[in-house]
């Protein structure tokens, strides 16, 4: 008869810096366990989070004292307060910063569980950077090379842009039949790679990039593709987080390093909802549907 009841793991620290304890009772470090994750945190008063954009959803559950979720101006919102014995549900994709105006203690249950990769912080102090390489550290991630890419990519590929503004009106190709199911569902679109490649969308402020990357990534992949115009604010105003970085492969596609090394990539952490897009331009190919050579009515910069 199969063994039903086992000890699979045990309490572990996760963070133990000023005001702020997470002991992680199940999930990646205290038990291995991807599928959720299970924790215990203790907040001093007067402590806060940086603004912080999930990949998964997070419960949490206040025992003691009370907390503050604040959300982005742009969005009109105002913020939560979680008193004791209260749960407050927070979507994947939201973007919001924690604080505690009181002790507080309370239990967050994620769903996939907690991983770094998951949850972008946007720290603004040395503190914040420290606890974001622990967590980093374990879970196992090192900063080391990817096994897609040429060795020492990674530090060039999440290494900070130079120079380059960051752009307000973003572009982002995919296939017609992809747009249109995510517009029957009514909530948002994914790419197919969207978890393999971290959890972002790839996108781009200089559509004539768009062309070249896709003949780099996308001559094998079949029938109409589309062009998303959309802007950073109408993400943020729908709490997604805009990172601007330098350009990373495409699932198992690596990055073409002689075209794209100097190129500043707007990365959407998350999925853009169907409403964001505020024009929709097709695709140009060749007569044997393989190369790409334009954008339809977009004048190309």
Known sequence: MPQCIKKVGGCKTVV??????????????????????????????????????????????????????????????????????????????????PTFPDDCEYIPVCLPAFKPERCAREDTNKEGEDIAANLQKLHGKKQAPRSRCWEGCFSFMRSRPKREAKPEVLYHMLS????????????????????????????????????????HYYTDAPGKWICLEFTRTALKDAGIYVRDEHATPVGDKATSQALMSEWVCPHIIGGIPVDVPRKVYDMVRDEKGERFLGIADLVMN
């Open 16 to 97: 133990d810096s000023t005001g702020l304890r997470i002991d992680e009772l199940i999930g990646n470090v205290a038990t291995q366990e991807d599928t959720l994750s299970v924790a215990r945190v203790t907040a001093k008063a007067g402590t806060s989070e940086p603004w912080l954009t999930l990949q998964y959803d997070e419960w949490m559950c206040v025992l003691k004292g009370r907390m503050i979720l604040m959300q982005p101006e742009a969005t009109n919102a105002e913020p939560i307060i979680v008193a004791a014995n209260e749960t407050v549900l927070i979507h994947a994709g939201t973007r919001f910063k």
């Open 176 to 215: 017609e039949s992809d747009w249109e199911a995510a517009k029957k569902s009514g909530k948002a679109y994914y790419p197919s790679t969207f978890e393999v490649d971290d959890f972002l969308t790839h996108a781009t402020g200089v559509p004539s990039r768009l062309v070249d990357t896709a003949n």
